[in-house]
C-alpha cells in the first residue's frame, strides 16, 4: 500500500512541477509581448509624432495676427526685406567700407606729403637765411616738383622770387610774382608782398605809373594787410613824380579817412598839404 501511496505522491508532485513551470513560461511570453508591444507602440508613435511634426512647413501668421503685434510686425518686414534684399544690401555695406578705408588712406597720405613739404620749406628758409641761394633754390623746385599740391608753394615760389630779385634777375622775379597774383591770391600775406615785389621791379626801371598801379592794388585788394597804408602812400609818391598830383591826392586822402590811425597816416598829411601848397 505504502508503495502505491509514494508513486501517487511522486506523479501529483510532478503535474503541479510542470503546472508550475507552465504557469512561469505563460507569464515570461505575456510580459515579453507586453514590453515588445509598448516598445513597438512608443516607436511608431515617436516616428508618427514628433518627427512627422518636425518636418510639418510652420504656418504663416495672418496678417491680423501681426497687426496685433506691432514688434512682430516691425520684424517680420525687417526679415523680409532681408531676405529680398540681402546681396544690394552687401554691396552697399562693402562699398562704404571700402569708401572709408580710401578716405582714410588718402588723408593720411596728405598729411604726410604736407610734412615732408613743410619740412623742405623749413630747410630752404635755413638755407636762404645763410645765404645759401643755390642750396634755397634747389630745395623750392623740390616743393614745386614733388609736392606741388601742398600748402608750402606760395611761399616757396615768394622766395624764389625773391632771390631772383635780389640777383638782378628781374624778368624771372617779375615771372615768379606774377604767377602768385594769379594762382595763389588767396594767400593774402604772399599776394600782398608779390605786388610789392611788382612795384619795385616797375619803380627800379623808373615806371613809376607801373609801380604806382602795383602799390594801389597791393593796398587796395588787401586792405586789411598791415602794410595797406605804407602801399598806398608809395603809390602817391610815384603818381607825384610824374606829376599826376590830383591822383596823388586821391591816393592820399584814402589813407587819412580809412587809416587815419596808422603809422603813414602821418606821411600821407604831410604829402598832401605839400600837393595842396603848389596849387
Not at 34 to 62: D, G, H, I, Q, S
Request: hydrophobic share 40%; glycine share 4%; net charge positive.
Amino acid at each position: 500500500g505504502s508503495e502505491i501511496l509514494d508513486e501517487k505522491l511522486k506523479k501529483v508532485l510532478k503535474e503541479r512541477q510542470t503546472i508550475k513551470t507552465a504557469n512561469s513560461s505563460a507569464k515570461w511570453h505575456c510580459y515579453c509581448r507586453k514590453k515588445l508591444l509598448y516598445w513597438l507602440f512608443a516607436k511608431n508613435w515617436c516616428k508618427t509624432k514628433n518627427y512627422t511634426e518636425m518636418l510639418k512647413p510652420r504656418k504663416r501668421l495672418v496678417k491680423a495676427q501681426l497687426k496685433e503685434d506691432k514688434l512682430l510686425t516691425f520684424t517680420a518686414k525687417v526679415q523680409s526685406y532681408i531676405d529680398s534684399y540681402w546681396k544690394h544690401a552687401a554691396i552697399a555695406v562693402a562699398a562704404v567700407v571700402v569708401l572709408m578705408f580710401a578716405i582714410t588712406f588718402i588723408q593720411s597720405s596728405g598729411k604726410s606729403t604736407e610734412a615732408k613739404a613743410g619740412l623742405e620749406e623749413l630747410l630752404a628758409r635755413d638755407a636762404y637765411s645763410r645765404g645759401e641761394m643755390d642750396e634755397t633754390l634747389r630745395r623750392i623746385n623740390v616743393i614745386l616738383d614733388d609736392y606741388s599740391g601742398t600748402s608750402t608753394v606760395p611761399t616757396a615760389l615768394m622766395l624764389k622770387g625773391r632771390i631772383y630779385e635780389q640777383r638782378g634777375e628781374f624778368a624771372q622775379a617779375e615771372e615768379v610774382y606774377n604767377t602768385i597774383v594769379r594762382k595763389h591770391s588767396n594767400s593774402p600775406y604772399i599776394a600782398h608782398a608779390a605786388y610789392i615785389g611788382l612795384a619795385s621791379i616797375e619803380f627800379g626801371r623808373g615806371e613809376n605809373a607801373k609801380a604806382a598801379s602795383y602799390y594801389e592794388d597791393a593796398a587796395m585788394k588787401f586792405q586789411d594787410h598791415f602794410n595797406a597804408p605804407n602801399a598806398l602812400v608809395q603809390a602817391g609818391e610815384c603818381l607825384s613824380k610824374i606829376s599826376r598830383y590830383e591822383e596823388a591826392k586821391r591816393i592820399y586822402s584814402i589813407v587819412l579817412k580809412q587809416y587815419p590811425k596808422s603809422r603813414s597816416a602821418n606821411s600821407a598829411r604831410s604829402n598832401l598839404a605839400e600837393l595842396e601848397f603848389m596849387d
